[in-house]
């Protein structure tokens, strides 16, 4: 009897020393294994995320409220928004504005800057003529457009980072961030991922996408480039990229668009014409280090064209995909090494 206590005992100890072990290992390396998974709505559109860690749902969690909270400062349709404020302002005093505002804002004006107005946050006045995604989506008269026009400049903003005020020299003058407000939400996501302590995450917000952390695998982050010719509903992938870390946002002719007496007019507007952009290309993907960088890059682009695009993307040491409406593919920066086509119907140019 006792030698078979005695076996009990050795034995629950060694199941205790195996069940501690089993914990340790949890702990240590198990944490690297958990992944949480969620689909939202926000923003007119899709949030989904992937996050990774013992903190993975509180990350997400995090991250989808404080998508929530950027659309209150950004929409220019939410009355008491930081945009609306400033609209309704227009030609009157400086407002203040939440810093994060005042980050975008200025960043807004610098891809202005740099892309000679190719991109330009004060499309307001022409892009509400248009109504893209909304009741009343037509084409404008000329008439309509050449009046407008001259209230689309971004030299009417004027930003103090310093003080955190925000004003638009003109009446009539009207500030939209709508180009970039996915990327901004995926710089939401990421830094919600960073402050809850989640191990790595990756985020789609529409046709923006935000990385963050290392996979546990070690493997890249691989991201599909969409279809331009693939319908709303029935969106495939013609290629796909290969992150470490940092940010894509896509924009084309499949966005917000409507047709008009058999013309498809898309909401990718020329500032300087007052029209969707048409120069042959269809679809614009970026890479950059920020998500709202990309975003603004990538529209900037879809107005420049292929050629004109290089120097802005040096500038910003980003990377980019472009398609053009007879399926070439254009690559430039480093994504040369990390992008590759998936279909066959498009051709990769040299």
């Not at 990350?59 to 929409?75: K, Q």
């Not at 200025?106 to 004060?122: H, I, M, R, Y």
Request: proline share 3%; aromatic share 8%; charged share 20%.
């Amino acid at each position: 009897m006792k030698k078979y206590k005695k076996a009990v005992t050795v034995l629950c100890a060694v199941l205790l020393i195996l069940a501690a072990a089993v914990v340790f290992l949890w702990v240590r390396f198990g944490q690297r294994a958990g992944r949480y998974q969620r689909t939202d709505e926000a923003m007119g559109t899709d949030v989904q995320q992937t996050v990774y860690g013992t903190k993975a749902e509180s990350a997400a969690s995090a991250a989808v409220t404080d998508i929530g909270l950027l659309n209150d400062r950004i929409s220019w349709k939410t009355e008491s928004s930081d945009i609306a404020r400033l609209n309704a302002a227009a030609g009157t005093d400086w407002i203040s504005v939440d810093p994060k505002t005042v980050q975008l804002l200025n960043l807004s004006l610098e891809v202005a800057e740099k892309s000679g107005g190719a991109f330009d946050p004060a499309i307001l006045p022409l892009s509400s003529l248009w109504d893209f995604g909304g009741n009343n989506q037509h084409v404008p008269s000329k008439a309509e457009i050449a009046k407008y026009l001259p209230y689309v400049d971004y030299r009417y903003l004027r930003v103090d980072t310093a003080h955190s005020l925000a004003s638009l020299r003109n009446h009539f003058t009207g500030v939209s961030l709508d180009a970039l407000a996915a990327g901004a939400a995926c710089d939401e996501a990421v830094s919600a991922y960073r402050t809850a302590g989640a191990e790595c995450g990756i985020v789609s917000v529409g046709d923006a996408v935000g990385t963050y952390g290392a996979k546990s695998d070690g493997s890249d982050w691989s991201v599909a480039v969409r279809d331009p010719s693939s319908g709303e509903g029935t969106a495939s992938a013609m290629g796909e990229i290969r992150l470490t870390s940092g940010f894509l946002s896509t924009c084309g002719i499949h966005e917000q668009s409507f047709r008009q007496n058999g013309v498809l007019y898309h909401s990718l507007l020329n500032p300087k014409t007052g029209y969707p952009q048409n120069n042959g290309l269809v679809s614009v993907t970026v890479e950059a280090d920020g998500g709202a960088l990309s975003s603004a890059l990538a529209n900037a682009c879809f107005v420049l064209g292929m050629e004109k695009s290089r120097s802005l993307l040096t500038a910003y040491h980003a990377g980019a995909v472009l398609i053009d409406s007879r399926n070439r593919v254009f690559v430039a920066g480093d994504l040369k090494d990390r992008f590759r086509i998936t279909d066959s119907r498009y051709v990769l140019q040299p």
